[in-house]
């Protein structure tokens, strides 16, 4: 079993950087494909980033292409977002995931572990 926990969300100007990490327990991190995952309110839990688990293939959301960049620590357990030029459409609370897997899946459907979230506010 993997737990996570997010931190490093906050409040941004409209042009402002923030990194993300998520923090997982147990032995076997270096096992799992992670992801990043966001929810704007109002909205569906939507698909950002995945990064194969040794870091070497990384996905991004069209949305997110060129401003956000996922990777991964695999010794200190950690993945991480770092997120570039942000807009105030991406406010939302940003959720990490696993999955025991060397698909780079896109669905939430897919991930078996789930961290409880960190917001993230762009203010314009």
């Known amino acids: 079993q993997v737990q996570l926990v997010e931190s490093g969300g906050g409040l941004v100007q409209a042009g402002g950087s923030l990194r993300l990490s998520c923090a997982a327990s147990g032995r076997t991190f270096s096992s799992y494909a992670m992801a990043w995952f966001r929810q704007a309110p109002g909205k569906q839990r939507e698909f950002v980033a995945v990064?194969?688990?040794?870091?070497?293939?990384?996905y991004y959301a069209d949305s997110v292409k060129g401003r956000f960049t996922i990777s991964r620590d695999n010794a200190k357990n950690t993945v991480y977002l770092q997120m570039n030029n942000l807009k105030p459409n991406d406010t939302a609370v940003y959720y990490c995931?696993?999955?025991?897997?060397?698909?780079?899946?896109?669905?939430?459907?897919?991930?078996?572990?789930w961290g409880q979230g960190t917001q993230v506010t762009v203010s314009s």
């Open positions: 990064i194969s688990r040794s870091g070497s293939s990384t």
């Open positions: 995931a696993a999955d025991n897997t060397i698909v780079l899946h896109r669905s939430l459907r897919d991930y078996d572990y």
